[in-house]
């Protein structure tokens, strides 16, 4: 049976560039749940839906192929890897409903197992080891002060051609933490059962050999 390795926390702990690498580490496949919800929010953006009824989510998620396997992101045929990363800060806007909604979350689940259905996988997100994949081989939370993962996400940002303050980032970051450990379906919060992991202060390649650690002596 293929295994599951998750890795939940919030923005700017390093979770998605940590699972990534970890893949790779293990010849897994990696599976970017950010992005689909990404994906969904842009379809949402594109085809003018009212992001707070959940008939319309519903109708809209339902119609959907997202497709995160391979590095990019396809949606319904179309790579738009390049166009969520130039419209990053208004899609993370607009997500916040997204992210909150049931229905979007019950079609995701199903995509999120459905993906891992057949092949070994390095999973991140807010809900992977409490919600999608309860029976998971492994699970890791990681955190990071705020001050740390507001400056990652300020040079993130820059980065990709964006300007921020770091009072800004540091702002809307309190917010989403807030929001996410708030909300009633598939609040942001560790597995009973899973190894907490602080990235403050450490190299990504640190935090891969760590978590690489705790699966590699199983």
């Known amino acids: 049976m293929p295994k599951v390795v998750t890795i939940d926390g919030p923005a700017g702990a390093g979770k998605s560039t940590a699972a990534r690498r970890l893949a790779g580490r293990l010849g897994w496949q990696f599976l970017n749940t950010g992005a689909m919800f990404r994906a969904v929010t842009l379809a949402a953006l594109r085809r003018g839906t009212d992001v707070a009824s959940e008939s319309?989510?519903?109708?809209?998620?339902?119609d959907l192929e997202v497709d995160v396997s391979g590095g990019r992101v396809v949606l319904d045929g179309e790579d738009v890897t390049r166009e969520l990363d130039r419209r990053r800060s208004e899609i993370s806007l607009a997500s916040g409903p997204i992210a909150s909604s049931a229905v979007v979350r019950g079609h995701l689940l199903h995509w999120q197992r459905e993906f891992a259905r057949e092949v070994d996988t390095v999973t991140e997100g807010r809900d992977q080891?409490?919600?999608?994949?309860?029976?998971a081989f492994r699970k890791f939370f990681l955190t990071a002060n705020e001050v740390e993962r507001a400056r990652r996400r300020?040079?993130?940002?820059?980065?990709?051609?964006?300007?921020?303050?770091?009072?800004?980032?540091?702002?809307?970051?309190?917010?989403?933490?807030?929001?996410?450990?708030?909300?009633?379906?598939?609040?942001?919060?560790?597995?009973?059962?899973?190894?907490?992991?602080?990235?403050s202060g450490k190299t990504i390649d640190q935090v891969v050999e760590e978590l690489a650690s705790h699966i590699l002596i199983l």
């Open 56 to 62: 319309q989510l519903d109708v809209l998620t339902a």
């Open 129 to 135: 080891g409490t919600v999608v994949f309860p029976d």
């Open 154 to 199: 300020v040079a993130e940002l820059e980065a990709n051609g964006q300007h921020a303050s770091f009072e800004d980032v540091l702002a809307d970051q309190r917010i989403r933490d807030a929001r996410d450990a708030a909300r009633t379906i598939a609040p942001m919060k560790p597995a009973a059962d899973a190894l907490h992991i602080d990235t």
